[in-house]
């Protein structure tokens, strides 16, 4: 029987012997996806309602966006968009569970300080800010690293690897020891599907995410309606629901502790059932 493992929210230990759901909230424009985004307050409201009626444990804040050819968007812009949305959440949803989905360290200082945010998000593993590493080291907070090879501006300009796997699993021990050495207690990997990588790349990824165990760690899926999913079945974001389903079952299967989406019901649903599976796996 695997050891379940805990992170540290708000002095609370989460247990993700059971995965938990993250519910995607985009107080962007420009995210790929039109469901996650929320600009005004009342889509702001509405889409928080949302991911809470729905059973997501986490709620992830995001205001920059990280599809390829993203518009990069400034510091200040990132922190008065997440002020907005996160007042909006502490004010009707205060016992909320929060990460923030930055690679800039004065951004997680801000939305740790001001408004109590539990987990920083940061797909860019320290690799976008120099100072990310040391400042989620002051804050004592989970630290959710994610691999990308390049930036949202370039990353899908030809990836390649020699070796996928080899190439990602250094990356991640390399990341954890400079973060171990740094006194981080909570690291939580995430392989990056999407992020600088083929179709063919996310595929293999997913094919091998088992092996990600050998880390000790949570480990974060994060594949909602990404075109991993629409462009292998030649259709769109807004049609791949039953798509990133699959896919989700897939990883809890292969060991995922943390959902990553857009969809929070459908991806409940995924864990009761693939947790009634592995239940039954004892008689």
Do not use: W
């Not at 943390?258 to 008689?283: P, Y």
């Amino acid at each position: 029987m695997k050891t379940p493992l805990y992170i540290n929210v708000n002095g609370h230990l989460m247990d993700l012997s059971e995965p938990q759901v993250m519910g995607i909230l985009n107080v962007t424009p420009d995210s790929f996806y039109a469901g996650s985004r929320g600009v005004t307050e009342r889509d702001i409201i509405e889409r928080l309602h949302q991911i809470t009626d729905e059973g997501a444990s986490i709620i992830d804040i995001g205001a920059y966006s990280s599809r390829p050819n993203a518009v990069d968007v400034s510091t200040e812009e990132e922190m008065t968009r997440l002020r907005h949305g996160l007042s909006l959440i502490r004010k009707h949803h205060p016992d909320a569970i929060v990460s923030v989905d930055t690679f800039r360290a004065e951004v997680a200082k801000m939305c740790v300080e001001e408004y109590g945010v539990a987990i920083i998000n940061d797909i860019s593993a320290g690799q976008m800010d120099k100072e990310m590493f040391a400042t989620v080291a002051r804050l004592g907070i989970p630290y959710i690293i994610m691999h990308m090879k390049g930036t949202p501006q370039d990353m899908q300009a030809n990836p390649h690897y020699d070796n996928l796997l080899k190439e990602v699993f250094y990356y991640f021990s390399e990341k954890v020891q400079r973060l171990r050495d740094l006194g981080v207690k909570d690291i939580i990997i995430d392989p990056g599907f999407g992020f600088g990588k083929t179709l063919e790349h996310n595929y293999e990824l997913m094919n091998h995410l088992e092996e990600f165990a050998l880390f000790e760690l949570p480990l974060l899926v994060g594949i909602s309606r990404k075109s991993m999913i629409y462009k292998l079945l030649e259709t769109t974001s807004e049609e791949a629901l039953n798509g990133t389903t699959a896919l989700n079952t897939i990883a809890l299967l292969k060991g995922a502790h943390i959902l990553r989406v857009h969809d929070v019901k459908a991806a409940r649903e995924a864990v009761t059932i693939v947790g009634k599976m592995k239940a039954c796996q004892a008689f």
